[in-house]
């Protein structure tokens, strides 16, 4: 840098100062400078002296070329608390750590050598600062009649005041308005050199000559804020869809068009399916990628004149205006619910998540928003209580449900304290000759004030709050505690199975908690079967593969539960080390009457035979299913057909009565836990 000095020192007569451009602040200045120019120096705030931000960007720009630049000083003009014109010569110099600013001196400034310096700052005389302004003048009939400084270098080839309009048919309008009113302000877009820009226009019309006289302001960067921060306000920073603030507002209009037409609107409440999990287990990063790709799919699910809203979370809502029938956002719920079988690749993982939904339709579900939306969620928990991936349209009982719902969250944490819980058992029998070989528990929540509360009620409850983490546990702990105990009574060795939920499968420390138990219980771990869900194996596969893989060397028997009611893969089947595979009750109801139900489990049985799996059926209660399910050679079953759930007592009761009445060629009993949101589970305690 050829003109760099160390340090200038100023002339102690002349009016000097030191400028840190980085900073845009005047870092030193002498009296005179400050007595002369006082506030023209810059704005005094926070303690420093800030400079004006065009010249601490020409300064920035001019210190950027001064490699290149032959020119060793650069000047501007400055008007001193007398109106005095001066001008400012600053000279480059270093402030040290690589950095540099300018030392600047000011020297009178005679009117016939001010037209050579180009620039000017700071205090300005009245005609100058009038020709900052965008003023302009045109004829009555549109032709240009005068522009000031800034106005010409916006239009410079404006000659016409029809072609400074971005909107042609704007410019007639504004010029009838004007002779109509003869003044008035508007806010409307003009064709500038740096584009097409908001403006706010003061128009008069002159009385003496019928000019249209115009001043304007710039206001693009004051829009542009409003619209951010309409944005900021109304739409979700993740998703970009419109938030909570925008859908009250929308089904306020929406509420407003149905009184006024005599017509419906609907609101569906959606929520992720154990989306608190993903989140626990792989990160906020994950869920969020998760979240964005849900948001999108389901965007283009929904019909076009319906919209989505986030909530917040993993919680969102369509709303469908001029809806005919509720059937018309039955049709679209299942429509989300068909997507919710197909897998989401996030971070190098295929991710399942489906969605509950809750449906409300005004006016016949609510006369105001807030009980319509209320409505719609209590609709949304009571699917969520049923099963996952579905919907449900509401009802008034669902009201009472929901409050329970709620009431019950605040008691489950004392709940699972307290051992308020119980293991309950049914007996699982072998097909051929129709022998009991073993049972499966169930969960069961003695409330202190409510009775016999059935999983379906808390289950759902566990899994949002993330308590079923230690449910979970206390379920492994004592399904293997119990063990013990049937040991030490001298009864026969039996095999426990515990039904994992998927929360808890994602849990990192799964493995080491299991074996932490066996080893605290002190059996052995080929009497322990855990049970997993299709959905939840193929949540994350390969960490799946690697669990499953862990849990066998540890001795663990698995087996997959629900068997054909999720998403799975033959290819990947044949890899997870499982033994047995359970048919979901589903496909059991109809056997016998639903061909389609009888060609499935039929397959399935055939395919499991063939990968050297044992097949049990769930849910037989008449013989007809029975007799079926035997001619398919399926191995085991259990229902009401044979015993309804026993409590501990009454089972060890009857596996006393089973051991006496056993030749010694009968299997080994086995025992199952469940404690997921099964659907036979409420039913079985009416029973």
Known sequence: MSDTVEFLVPSPKKAAWVIDVAQGTVSWSNAIAKQRFGEALGVCRDGLVYIHHELKHDLAHFLAQAQQSTLLCFHWLLRDTQDELYRCTATVISLGESRHGFSVEAYPCPAETAQYVPRSYGNKSIPERLNS????????????????????????????IRSMFAV???????????????????????????????????????????????????????????????????????????????????????????NKRERMFGVMYLDLDGFKVVNDTFGHRVGDQLLQQVANRIKTTIPTRSCLYRLGGDEFVVVMEHVQDITELEDIARQINETGVQSYPVSDMEMLITTSIGIAC?????SDIDTLLMNADAAMY????????????????????????LTLGGGLRKAIEEGQFELYYQPKVRSLDEQTVGAEALIRWHHPEWGMIAPDKFIPIAE???????????????????????QEQGLAPISLSVNL??????????????????????????????????SMLMSDVHGTIKK???????????????????YSSLAYLKKFPIQALKIDRSFIQDLGIDGEDDAIVKATIAMAQSLNLKVIAEGVENRQQMSLLTDYQCQEVQGYLFAKPMSCTDFEVYLEKFSNSCSDECAIPRVGVVYGPKAPISSDIAH
């Open 501 to 534: 939920s998927g929360r808890q499968f994602l849990q990192p420390n799964l493995v080491d908690v299991v074996q932490q138990i066996l080893d605290e219980t002190d059996i052995n771990p080929k009497l322990l079967e855990l049970e997993l869900t299709e």
């Open 362 to 366: 005004y006016p016949m579900h609510g």
């Open 548 to 566: 499953l893989h862990d849990f066998r060397e540890m001795g663990v028997s698995l087996s997959i539960d629900d068997f054909g009611t999720g």
């Open 133 to 160: 302004l965008i003023l302009m003048s045109f004829t009555g009939e549109g032709e240009k009649a005068f522009l000031s400084s800034r106005a010409n270098a916006l239009f410079p080839e404006l000659q016409n």
């Open 464 to 486: 949002e709050s993330g308590l079923i983490l230690p449910l979970g546990e206390w379920v492994i702990r004592r399904a293997c505690q119990q063990l013990k105990i049937w």
């Open 382 to 405: 009571r699917s969520k209580a049923n099963a996952h991936n579905g919907y449900r349209v509401y009802e008034e009982v669902m009201s009472e449900g929901f409050n329970a719902y």
């Open 168 to 258: 042609q048919s704007a410019a007639q309008y504004f010029i009838d308005r004007v002779q109509r009113e003869r003044e008035f302000h508007q806010e409307i877009r003009l064709s500038t050199v740096e584009g097409v820009r908001w403006f706010q226009l003061e128009a008069h019309q002159n009385p003496q000559n019928g000019h249209i006289d115009i001043y304007a302001q710039d206001i693009q960067e004051l829009r542009d804020y409003e619209v951010q921060l309409y944005r900021l306000q109304n739409y979700d920073g993740l998703t970009h869809l419109p938030n909570r603030s925008l859908l009250y507002q929308q089904l306020e209009i929406a509420k407003a068009t149905a």
